[in-house]
């Protein structure tokens, strides 16, 4: 178990060819601990969401972000990079999802929930498109945001049913 990656760029390769992969050593980590779809973001850093929050890969080392760090709950199970370059990130146990938005001398964090624009605060996944709107799954449909407002996508919008699944965007 646990997170590996290789260390040499892909490349097509003979049936008796191996790829190599090297078991990562995360921050923080913990035996057994799960670890969900990791993104790689437009400047090649390695997002890894997991049980004991969100580990980052940059510049060759692994740091990890918690709720010390400011997210709402260390259990984080979605991370997508929007058009923009925000990281958002969305937290399995309840807490909604959070936009990190970097700039050269800060980060800043917005959380969303029940209160500004979710209709859950249980998420199973976050995906963005082109367009730069950002799409949460949760336990009650999905939510849209787009540049400064939320729309709702639910059973009466033609979904089967509100309760989303994990890696269901595409």
């Known amino acids: ?43 090649g850093r390695i997002w890894a969401p997991g049980a004991n929050g969100l580990a980052l890969l940059e510049g060759g080392l692994w740091s990890r972000l918690r709720t010390q760090n400011g997210l709402r709950s260390n259990f984080v199970g979605a991370v997508a990079e929007a058009a923009d370059g925000a990281i958002w990130i969305g937290y399995v146990a309840g807490g909604g999802v959070t936009r990190l938005q970097e700039s050269p001398s800060d980060v800043q964090l917005a959380h969303y929930g029940l209160s500004n624009g979710l209709h859950s605060d249980k998420v199973y996944f976050v995906g963005a498109r082109r367009d730069g709107s950002v799409w949460v799954g949760t336990s009650a449909g999905i939510d849209v945001f787009s540049g400064d407002h939320w729309r709702h996508i639910g059973k009466q919008d033609g979904l089967i049913w509100d309760d989303c699944d994990r890696d269901g965007f595409l």
Do not use: M, N, W
Not at 27 to 37: I, Q, R, Y
């Open 1 to 43: 178990s646990g997170l590996y990656r290789t260390l040499e760029p892909y490349k097509r390769r003979a049936a008796h060819e191996r790829q190599v992969f090297v078991r990562q050593i995360l921050p923080l980590e913990e035996t057994g601990e799960v670890l969900f779809a990791c993104i790689q973001d437009h400047r």
